[in-house]
């Protein structure tokens, strides 16, 4: 199962659209009912307006219909291997829990796991903020 989601981000990588950064991402999720979804970056001439690869595969597996996240594989070249950023986490979190792995990785076979707790403790959630 693992290899699955590495080699699915792996190749959600190749397709990332990264000309002004050169630093192609692939996330793939796995889902309780072991479906994979992903993503790639995908950049914009207006900078700011760029998608991380992480955000594009949550929105692929809420647009299929899923709202569960049992695993993430976030994939670059990076050694060692990047996590996702910090906007990446927050809306990780809206559908992972704060023992939800996070695996990142590189084309060298190097590894790091996280927990989304331990990447983002304490993340924002409106049910639990208190409203006027
Ligand atoms: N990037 C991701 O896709 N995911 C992350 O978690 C970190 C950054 C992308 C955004 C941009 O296209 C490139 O990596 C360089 O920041």
Do not use: H, W
Request: glycine fraction near 6%; hydrophobic fraction near 40%.
């Amino acid at each position: 199962m693992k290899k699955k989601l590495i080699e699915a981000a792996k190749r959600a990588q190749q397709n990332a659209y990264a000309p002004y950064s050169r630093f192609p991402v692939g996330a793939a999720i796995r889902t309780p009912s072991g479906k994979i979804f992903t993503g790639a970056n995908v950049e914009n001439s207006a900078f700011p307006l760029t998608r991380c690869a992480e955000q594009i595969a949550v929105g692929a597996m809420v647009t299929a219909g899923e709202r569960a996240i049992a695993e993430v594989v976030v994939y670059s070249a990076a050694s060692p291997p990047v996590a996702p950023c910090g906007a990446c986490r927050q809306v990780l979190a809206e559908f992972a829990g704060p023992e939800t792995p996070i695996l990142c990785v590189n084309d060298r076979g190097e590894e790091r796991r996280y927990t989304l707790g331990e990447l983002l403790p304490e993340a924002f959630s409106l049910s639990s903020a208190t409203k006027t």
